[in-house]
T-cell receptor, first 111, second 113 residues
Framework: SQQGEEDPQALSIQEGENATMNCSYK?????LQWYRQNSGRGLVHLIL???NEREKHSGRLRVTLDTSKKSSSLLITASRAADTASYFC???????????WGAGTKLIIKP | NAGVMQNPRHLVRRRGQEARLRCSPM?????VYWYRQLPEEGLKFMVY????????ESGMPKERFSAEFPKEGPSILRIQQVVRGDSAAYFC???????????FGQGTRLTVV
């Protein structure tokens, strides 16, 4: 079964609003990463948060990690049309070297 | 330092043909990972290779699929006798060691007609 599960599956908001996506996972991890994928394109690495970190910022992105709840959230502030994409979380379980991916959240920013 | 290079970017094959997907890792990276992404889904691990060795192929179908990473040259993912269900995006990633430091290529989109 999938390690990471994002929710919501799809999110549609107005430009300028904040977008929050969540990721839950099942096993203990070394770290968790968020990626963006524009429609039919490659993967863009956004941010990595390690298991001993609780929050991390990068520009308009804010990621939190709660290892007790095995969940993470990605917040995009002041959204732009160019943020329209699918967002995936990927975990690096501490018992394995594979990256385990969720099915993604499809984010649509309406102008 | 060029990124992970995959080619071709798009590949169309008829049912029953062979597909060969290439991945050149970043310079200095000796670990290669292949993932498959079906439409509207996340990536699924297929195989992990180091130079001349397959470390873990647990995610790869037992039949028709094979992978190699020779001492010289790119890593190759080979799919024999392709079927429509093989249509997907295939991503390669490379890392110096830690998979969390893996860099992804742009992917090869395979369409089987």
């Amino acid at each position: 079964s999938q390690q990471g599960e994002e929710d919501p599956q799809a999110l549609s908001i107005q430009e300028g609003e904040n977008a929050t996506m969540n990721c839950s996972y099942k096993t203990s991890i070394n770290n968790l990463q968020w990626y963006r994928q524009n429609s039919g394109r490659g993967l863009v690495h956004l941010i990595l948060i390690r298991s001993n970190e609780r929050e991390k910022h990068s520009g308009r992105l804010r990621v939190t990690l709660d290892t007790s709840k095995k969940s993470s959230s990605l917040l995009i502030t002041a959204s732009r049309a160019a943020d329209t994409a699918s967002y995936f979380c990927a975990t690096d379980p501490d018992s394995n070297y594979q990256l385990i991916w969720g099915a993604g959240t499809k984010l649509i920013i309406k102008p | 330092n060029a990124g992970v290079m995959q080619n071709p970017r798009h590949l169309v094959r008829r049912r029953g043909q062979e597909a060969r997907l290439r991945c050149s890792p970043m310079k200095g990276h000796s670990h290669v990972y292949w993932y498959r992404q079906l439409p509207e889904e996340g990536l699924k691990f297929m195989v992990y290779l180091q130079k001349e060795n397959i470390i873990d192929e647990s995610g790869m179908p037992k039949e028709r699929f094979s992978a190699e990473f020779p001492k010289e040259g790119p890593s190759i993912l080979r799919i024999q006798q392709v079927v429509r269900g093989d249509s997907a995006a295939y991503f390669c990633a490379s890392s110096p060691s830690d998979p969390s430091e893996a860099f992804f290529g742009q992917g090869t989109r395979l369409t089987v007609v």
